[in-house]
């Protein structure tokens, strides 16, 4: 996805007409780009007690690891969004079985919904915007190489609840919400 | 907010460079307007027993009973969110207790995050965007004069789990997934 800055193409703020908050106003043509939080939507994905994790081959963080994860799509449930995600990046068809998390990072306007998933029939691979795939047993999980702290929650949440049959999901941890991310 | 449509600004369809899908790109400036799915945020407020509804004073669904809900605005959590909803649609101070469901209306790109919450004095009033507001009981709830089937969705939820302690969130009810909706 392309990165534009409002500010290049003659966009400023100002109050709409009938609105209460400044938005980003087009001088030209007076288009509104209201801006609104998004949802990221992926998974832990899971097999023979391994976890899948992908090296990213973009930025930002190219080089760490994550999980199948990224922006959700028009026109698609957030559980099919997960789903392909995994696909797309690691060439895995999952079953979801549960939410596991809802993470909010307001600095961003993000909201992650994260899943508990396994893998389908054991295959995965390498997709475009990743350098590698891999499996982890938990005592191989590189920690120190992951690439978001959500990743950390989300890796330490499943485990955690990875007997459970049903999840309660999980927020931000204790202490980590809106003023500190 | 207002209704904005892109074609009545230049917008047409085209894929972007490096990009898999169309976009809505603006003709003059080549602004690519990406749309994201959008995320509505509410809650069922109950108090004594009693669930708190707002006769809608805007469309759609002008004069019928919604929850307090709306969309999530930037840099907010989706708890502060729906407080800030209860506020503006029925002066209410409302304690969050769980996430209660997470709806997904992909024929118009919506997720709705909707929690399960007290009000907090007991106190609550009219905001500008309702006729009115109202503590329903279970019996008195007007099923025919609901403004959305999530409505519907979230009290027969909230009513099913009134009692527990902790809530596995609830998604759409069986059947009614992407291509129903």
Known sequence: ?????????????????????????????????????????G??????????LCRRAIE???????????????????????????????????????????????????VQLIYRASLVDGQFGVGPESLEARLFAWDEIPWADLAFPTVHWALKHWFETRDAARIVPFGNPPGLDANTL
């Open 43 to 52: 998974s832990v994905v899971h097999h023979q007690g391994r976890v899948l």
């Open 60 to 110: 930002p963080r190219h080089g760490f690891w994550t999980l199948p994860a990224g922006f959700m799509e028009e026109r698609e449930t957030s559980e099919v969004g997960a789903a392909r995600e995994a696909m797309e990046e690691a060439c895995a068809r999952i079953e979801i079985d549960a939410l596991l998390a809802v993470y909010n990072i307001p600095r961003i306007s993000q």
């Open 1 to 41: 996805m392309a990165i534009q800055k409002p500010a290049d193409y003659g966009f400023s703020h100002s109050v709409p007409e009938g609105d209460d908050k400044p938005r980003l106003v087009c001088g030209d043509c007076g288009w509104i780009h209201y801006v609104n939080p998004k949802i990221v939507v």
